[in-house]
């Protein structure tokens, strides 16, 4: 007899014996299975109790859930290549140090993608910015399959999100060639915040969110965002942070620059994704396609972390690493807030 048919026959004895009020099992906006128990075991007589008597004991509700957390892997060998035959027995997944049973969800790359593509039109890059829109499109065209989707914004004095999300690559395509650049100042962390957000309002249940972000990083003009604020909304709506800093050799000249490429790497870092510096413009569409590649042999891996009502919230730190095999080179989310 399989072991489902075993553990239904088990409850429904267990219920016969011991009844249980107010159980209730919550479909999947819940995750949870909650059961009331009952104090009283019989039926209670009509008079009225004595006054010395103790009231009843009140009704005790155990609350067991769990939340499905995803993690996109990123594995390539010693040599920089994309493994193509990882499997959940191949890495160690550990939610604040314990250890994690998890699962693969899909083939590598097959997980639809909904993508964020963010272009700097402050003064800082305009040298570049038609070979910028070029390669841009070029890698709509090359990552955006028919069940992914994308949405664009530009960097400026504020975010300015130019088009809504569209699984439409020619309309996206279309929208990107429009953006023109202008002379304003740069208000990057509020953009990376409004891109995030977007992502968790309209992004398809289950699918990989990326934000892919053309730009030196040079913040100097967000209103309402900082650093730590970008990074949280980032993993609080699991997010992927790629970056590709135009900037070239020139970013070594001052500190602006060097903070700016900081931030990103910070972000790419804690996100799983990738922070590019482009030394020469030439590159540009090939590090567009290294992570196009990189997208499409992408592993999504998940587990379902238990807690109860009273478990803390807040920040859980992710590690994952090699269980055996040591030509693997992982990439990863170090974290998710609790919500």
């Known amino acids: ?16 014996l011991y009844p249980v009020s107010g159980l209730a099992v919550h479909g999947p906006g819940h995750r949870g299975l909650y059961f009331q128990s009952q104090s009283q075991t019989g039926p209670q007589p009509s008079q009225t109790k004595p006054a010395q008597e103790p009231a009843p004991k009140q009704d005790e509700t155990i609350h067991l859930s769990s939340r499905l957390v995803l993690v996109p892997v990123s594995a390539s060998d010693s040599f920089g290549q994309p493994v ?23 083939k590598p790359g097959e997980t639809p993608i909904d993508l964020a593509l963010l272009v700097d039109v402050s003064g800082s890059t305009q040298k570049q910015f038609a070979f910028e829109q070029q390669a841009a499109a070029q890698f709509l065209r090359d990552v955006l399959k028919a069940s992914d989707a994308v949405s664009l914004f530009s960097i400026g004095l504020v975010p300015n999100r130019v088009m809504s999300r569209t699984s439409n690559g020619k309309e996206a395509m279309s929208s990107l060639m429009a ?13 990376i915040v409004e891109a995030a957000q977007y992502l968790d309002k309209s992004a398809d249940s289950g699918s990989r969110r990326v934000l892919v972000v053309i730009s030196d990083g040079e913040e100097n003009y967000s209103k309402s965002s900082t650093i730590e604020d970008a990074l949280r909304d980032l ?11 135009p900037s070239g050799g020139g970013i070594r000249l001052n500190t602006i620059s060097l903070r700016g ?24 569409a090939s590090v567009f396609r290294q992570i196009a590649d990189e997208l499409q042999a992408q592993y999504l891996f998940g ?9 803390a919230t807040g920040f859980k730190r992710i590690t994952v690493r090699p269980s055996k095999r040591t030509d693997l080179r992982i990439r990863a989310r170090q974290g998710y807030y609790v919500r």
């Open 235 to 245: 993993q609080k709506n699991d997010c992927l942070f790629y970056s590709i800093n």
């Open 179 to 191: 953006i023109k650049p202008s002379n304003e100042p740069t208000a990057f962390f509020d953009s």
């Open 303 to 311: 587990y379902y972390a238990t807690a109860d009502e009273h478990a």
């Open 84 to 106: 193509k035959d990882l499997t959940a027995a191949d890495i160690i997944v550990e939610e604040d140090g314990r250890p994690q049973q998890v699962v693969a969800l899909g």
């Open 1 to 16: 007899m399989r072991p489902l048919a075993l553990g239904i026959i088990a409850l429904s004895l267990s219920l016969l």
């Open 261 to 284: 490429q900081a931030y990103m790497e910070a972000m790419a870092s804690q996100t799983g994704g990738q922070a590019f510096n482009i030394t020469n413009p030439e590159n540009l």
